[in-house]
């Protein structure tokens, strides 16, 4: 099947911001395939959106390889396309730690997520947004990434976050000649499990600000940081 809807990515589908993500972009009519690494959470998730939409899923660890190239060949082959890329998986591992505390493997594990993961799945899946001519990419960042909002602790955190903020704008430079628009959204502080209780902020409405960037038209915004739909400083 060759699909002429929007299909879109998002990674961590499986709770939190990720799968709000999901059902918004259900809301609006896209093709959505949900990831996650954990299978049966991932699973439990697509049972959770409603039957009448259209969702499929795929296991997808971002850290892995060759997670990415068979969830490419598989998107290739059922869809022949992809419209929307949302890196939104993402590890909080070291917070209230001390930059001269915090252990090296601890900086690995959260690039390896934080960044690499968005990178790989850029550098999959935009050669087929370029075949189509099309694509939206929006990276799941923070504050914390902000050089202008920068301050002490939380290391890991916020390097990955800067690297992933860096990639935004190495990546809209390179495409800004096409019309694949890739930019960084910080949702704010939300009620997740990594955002914790006392957040203010609903996934339902992170996943909106995030999702706006993701339909966003060919005269709309590329390498920009947005936090409630306005600019940001990096
Ligand atoms: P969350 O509830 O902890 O969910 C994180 C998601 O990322 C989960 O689905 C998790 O999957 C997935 N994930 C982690 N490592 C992965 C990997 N290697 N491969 C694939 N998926 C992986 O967090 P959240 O609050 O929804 O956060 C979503 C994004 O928003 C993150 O990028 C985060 O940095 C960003 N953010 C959040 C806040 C906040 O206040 N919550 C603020 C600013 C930015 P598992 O279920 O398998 O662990």
């Keep these: 099947m060759i699909s ?3 299909v879109a990515i998002v990674t961590g589908g499986n709770r939190g911001i990720g799968f709000e993500i999901c059902k918004e972009l259900c809301r609006v009519g896209c093709l959505v395939v949900l990831t996650s690494r954990n299978e049966e959470g991932g699973r439990l998730a697509v049972d959770k959106l409603d039957h ?27 869809f022949g396309r992809v419209d929307i890329l949302i890196n939104n998986a993402g590890v909080y591992l070291d917070e209230g730690v001390s930059v001269f505390d915090v252990d090296e493997k601890i ?24 075949q189509n001519g ?17 301050s002490g602790y939380v290391a890991a955190y916020r390097i ?7 990639l935004t704008l190495i990546m809209a430079d390179e495409l800004k000649d096409e019309n694949i628009k890739i930019n960084a959204v910080c949702p704010g502080w939300v009620h997740t499990d990594m955002g914790g209780d006392m957040a203010p902020i609903s996934p339902g409405r992170a996943a909106k600000d995030i999702v706006h960037f993701a339909l966003i038209d060919a005269k709309g915004p590329t ?8 600019p940001i400083q990096w």
């Design 160 to 166: 990955s976050k800067i690297a992933l903020n860096a």
């Design 134 to 150: 099309y694509g939206r990419i929006v990276n799941v960042s923070s504050g914390y990434g902000a050089i202008s909002e920068m």
């Design 4 to 6: 002429e809807r929007h």
């Design 223 to 230: 390498g920009s940081f947005f936090r409630n739909k306005r």
């Design 52 to 78: 009448d939409v259209d969702v499929a899923y795929r296991r997808l660890d971002v850290t892995d390889s060759k997670d990415i190239s068979s969830l490419r060949d598989w998107i290739l082959e059922t």
């Design 107 to 130: 900086m690995q594990d959260t690039l390896a997520v934080n960044f690499y993961g968005a990178f790989r799945m850029c550098r999959a899946f935009v050669p087929i947004m370029r």
